[in-house]
């Protein structure tokens, strides 16, 4: 392999850390970049970026590379946490990792990266890259981890990108990562994954919006029951506010005593409840009892703001839907699906949206708590194809 210069996003983790030192290993110029994305919070107990950049810099030492702090907070605050709020504000629920990707990790550092001479850069994201000699593109894979696999995050990335990335952990098992981290004596070999969103922390996610979003309380309503039944509709409770809540959640709704009307009958007042809808034009959250609700399943969604890997959608030869899978959130298994592409402005389901180039998924199989806001991925094996924006999901 030829020496190349390689800039490292060294967040203090273990998985960024073996990154550069299995780069340095195979002879490369490695030059490790400490990203600072938020700084609301600096003397917050929450905020572990002080600790994260001593981490990252004890690696630095250990694997005798050397470290720059740079400090993206102002692009971070404009590209990523403007749209958050946002979206949390219209009663959506948005990933901001996905565009903490697109925005930041692979645009403002990849940037800085090249400004410095580099000529790739490498992150510790559980993912692969593969170019395709026939087709002349650059393909994402998953990361040979299934567990710890991360392409549903790097969704949005275009081939520019991913042809100056490299995910070198993407080839491993945490586990094993791990054991190399030790092996070394890597000091944060052991340290805790990250979890969550970057600028919330371990904070309550609640008390963190309360700073941003103002309050506005209205109506639980009960969805339970049959449309016919008088019960239909019937308050048992008040939100805070409708972006504190995402569909299919179960906790934190302070409803948990309420039996639905006529529980005794039907033997079902030990089933949780769960956000099943949220109405913000009459600003109303409907909840549901039973895992299984009719409203918490969906066999089909509408999808904006796509981005293909390729550059292009995926299509059948014969121009009809396209057989793939999907993941409509992390963790997820892929689903068989249908897949048509569609070319829209200013869709109704999103509201003052001037977002184009959607696409429509059918899912043999009902998909539970298909939440708009989220991002629906897709799959042809282990291949990402790119993904969009769930607008609305329908039964």
């Not at 092996?183 to 805790?192: H, R, V």
Request: hydrophobic share 40%; proline share 5%; glycine share 10%.
């Amino acid at each position: 392999m030829t020496k190349q210069r390689i800039v490292v996003g060294l967040s203090g983790g273990v998985d960024s850390a073996v990154t550069a030192h299995l780069l340095k290993q195979q002879g490369h110029d490695v030059v490790g970049i400490f990203m600072k994305n938020w700084e609301d919070d600096d003397n917050s107990e929450f905020c572990s970026s002080r600790q994260d950049f001593l981490d990252a810099a004890s690696v630095a030492d250990v694997l005798g590379i050397e470290i720059e702090h740079v400090n993206f907070a102002a692009e971070y605050k404009d590209r990523v946490f403007a749209e958050f709020l946002r979206e949390y504000q219209a009663g959506r629920t948005p990933n901001p990792d996905i565009l903490c990707n697109a925005e930041i990790k692979f645009k403002a550092f990849l940037d800085h990266a090249m400004r410095l001479g580099a000529e790739k850069i490498a992150t510790g994201h559980y993912a692969r890259v593969r170019f395709n000699a026939p087709t002349g593109k650059h393909e994402l894979l998953k990361g040979l981890d299934p567990s710890k696999d991360q392409s549903y995050f790097l969704h949005r990335l275009n081939q520019a990108q991913l042809s100056k990335t490299l995910f070198p952990v993407g080839e491993l098992h945490k586990t094993e990562v791990r054991r190399i981290a030790a092996e070394i004596g890597l000091p944060n070999a052991k340290k805790k994954d990250s979890t969550g969103i970057c600028f919330i922390g371990e904070r309550p996610f609640r008390e963190f919006l309360n700073r941003y979003i103002q309050k506005e309380p209205g109506p639980i309503r009960d969805a339970t029951p049959p449309a016919g039944d008088k019960a239909h509709g019937r308050v048992i409770g008040q939100h805070v506010g409708l972006s504190f809540y995402t569909l299919g959640q179960r906790q934190g709704l302070g409803i948990g005593g309420v039996k639905p009307k006529g529980a005794a009958r039907g033997g079902g007042e030990h089933q949780p409840w769960f956000v099943a809808r949220k109405d913000v034009e009459k600003n109303t959250l409907w909840v549901v009892q039973g895992h299984e609700h009719p409203w918490l399943q969906s066999h089909q969604l509408q999808a904006l703001d796509a981005s293909w890997i390729a550059g292009d959608p995926p299509a059948a030869a014969d121009g009809s839907p396209l057989r793939i899978a999907a993941k409509t959130r992390y963790r997820q298994a892929d689903a068989p699906c249908l897949m048509a592409v569609h070319d829209t402005h200013q869709n109704a389901a999103v509201e003052n949206s001037q977002r184009t180039a959607g696409f429509a998924l059918q899912f043999p199989q009902a998909q539970w708590a298909v939440t708009p806001g989220q991002s629906a991925v897709l799959y042809d094996g282990d291949v990402c194809l790119g993904g969009g924006v769930i607008a609305s999901a329908q039964a």
